[in-house]
């Protein structure tokens, strides 16, 4: 416990400084490189893909996805990246006759499109008019989700939530952490109010808090089961104290995408 708040100290600041005080750009490669990395523990670390030629592709699809989206490129460069993508993967699966798996198939398209993807959500919540608003609002939602579930979880905890997936999971938790992560966004809402002078619409905030929650929790959850499925206990060892890329991000795969939707259809700040 000590290695993960020591880490987290030290991580959470320089996250902080990266999507505030540094271009976008930065963000994106970030995130590619986050990815590659996700790629890697997904298909390599669970023993679903051990084809090293397979994992380049999707290293590379997941990577370029990234930067397309961070980077502002044209449509025709996103579809080229998924064209190329398909066409790789696909002449992997013909010339391995019956020897892959079609869910195999299907993973590496999860790993190389999706996990990418939602996870640019957060670059393209900064290329927005007040992302840089916006995006702190993203980063609030999983911090305070996981914050308050584990406080509330360690205190009240009783009923399991999904047992078999997540054992340490419980109903309280989850209530604690649509209440944590409510109650962060409205703070964030009186930041802005206060601090900024900006207009908020702390309705907004409320739903940003349960939405955002409850697709965190989702997405912890679909990372978990595949876990259990491979049989590992953590995707990696690269966070000390925290186990892989994908045990940190796999609830903001969910949340980064959800709060971009949010940020589109019901506005945070309203001037």
């Known amino acids: ?27 994106a490669v970030f995130l590619a490189a986050a990815s590659v990395v996700a790629v890697y523990e997904l298909l390599y670390s669970t023993g679903i893909f ?62 190389g499109l999706v996990v990418p993807f939602c996870l640019s959500a957060l670059t393209r919540i900064l290329a927005m008019q007040l992302g840089r608003y916006y995006i702190i609002a993203a980063l609030i939602l999983p911090f305070a989700s996981d914050s308050g579930a584990y406080f509330a979880g360690l205190r009240f905890g009783k009923h399991k939530l999904a047992p078999v997936i997540s054992p340490n999971k419980t109903v309280e938790g989850l209530v604690g952490g649509v209440i944590g992560a409510t109650i962060g966004i409205l703070l964030y809402c009186l ?22 929650a409850l697709a965190g929790t989702a997405g912890d959850l679909v990372f978990s089961t595949i876990k259990r499925q491979t049989g590992i206990k953590d995707y990696g060892t690269i966070l000390p104290g925290h186990g892989g890329v994908l045990d940190r991000l796999d609830s903001m795969v969910a949340t980064a995408p959800s709060a971009e939707l949010m940020v589109l259809l019901l506005p945070l700040i309203v001037k």
Not at 195 to 212: E, P
Request: glycine letters at 8%; one cysteine or more.
């Open 1 to 27: 416990m000590k290695t993960r708040i020591l880490f987290a100290a030290v991580a959470l600041p320089l996250l902080l400084v990266l999507v505030l005080a540094c271009p976008a750009w930065a963000t």
């Open 50 to 111: 051990r084809n090293l030629r397979v994992i380049v592709w999707t290293s590379a699809a997941a990577a370029g996805v990234c930067l397309w989206c961070g980077f502002g490129m044209p449509h025709i460069w996103g579809l080229a990246i998924v064209w190329l993508f398909l066409a790789a993967l696909f002449a992997e699966f013909l010339l391995a006759k019956t020897q892959m798996g079609f869910s195999r198939l299907c993973t590496a398209l999860f790993a």
């Open 191 to 212: 930041i802005l109010q206060l601090v900024f002078s900006r207009s908020v619409d702390y309705l907004s905030g409320i739903i940003y808090g349960v939405f955002g």
